[in-house]
C-alpha cells in the first residue's frame, strides 16, 4: 500500500516562509516514483498545480508562485519539498503532494495524494 506522508505547514505572516516536505512510501519497499508535484486548493475553490519536478529534475510552476516557491526532491528519500517564501494572504489554501508511483501490484505510474495539510498566511 502506497502511503504519502505531508509535514509542514501552519500559520504565518505575510512576507514569511514555509517549508513542505511529502514523504512517499510503499509496504514491500519496491517501488517507482516518477514527476511529484504539489497541488493547493482554497475554500471553495478547484484544486490547482502549484508546481511539479519530473524525474529528471525538471521543474513547472503556476505563474502566480513563480520566483517565490521552489520545488525539489531527494530521489533517495523519495520525498518532494516545496519552499515558499515570501507568502502572501492569497496563498491560504490547503496544500496536497501528488506522486506518480508504480508498485508491483500496481505496475505502471499511477497519482496518489497526500493528506493534505493547512497553509494559513496573515496579513
Known amino acids: 500500500q502506497v502511503h504519502l506522508v505531508q509535514t509542514g505547514g501552519g500559520l504565518v505572516q505575510s512576507g514569511g516562509s514555509l517549508t513542505l516536505s511529502c514523504a512517499a512510501s510503499?509496504?514491500?519497499?519496491?517501488?517507482?516514483?516518477?514527476?511529484m508535484a504539489w497541488y493547493r486548493q482554497a475554500p471553495g475553490k478547484q484544486r490547482d498545480l502549484v508546481a511539479s519536478?519530473?524525474?529528471?529534475?525538471?521543474?513547472n510552476y503556476a505563474e502566480s508562485v513563480k520566483g517565490r516557491f521552489i520545488i525539489s526532491r531527494d530521489v533517495a528519500k523519495n520525498t518532494v519539498y516545496l519552499h515558499m517564501n515570501t507568502l502572501k494572504p492569497e496563498d491560504t489554501a490547503v496544500y496536497y503532494c501528488?506522486?506518480?508511483?508504480?508498485?508491483?501490484?500496481?505496475?505502471?505510474?499511477?497519482?496518489?495524494w497526500g493528506q493534505g495539510t493547512q497553509v494559513t498566511v496573515s496579513s
Open positions: 501528488n506522486a506518480e508511483i508504480s508498485t508491483p501490484s500496481a505496475p505502471g505510474h499511477r497519482p496518489y
Open positions: 510503499e509496504g514491500t519497499g519496491i517501488f517507482s516514483v516518477g514527476a
Open positions: 519536478i519530473s524525474t529528471g529534475i525538471t521543474t
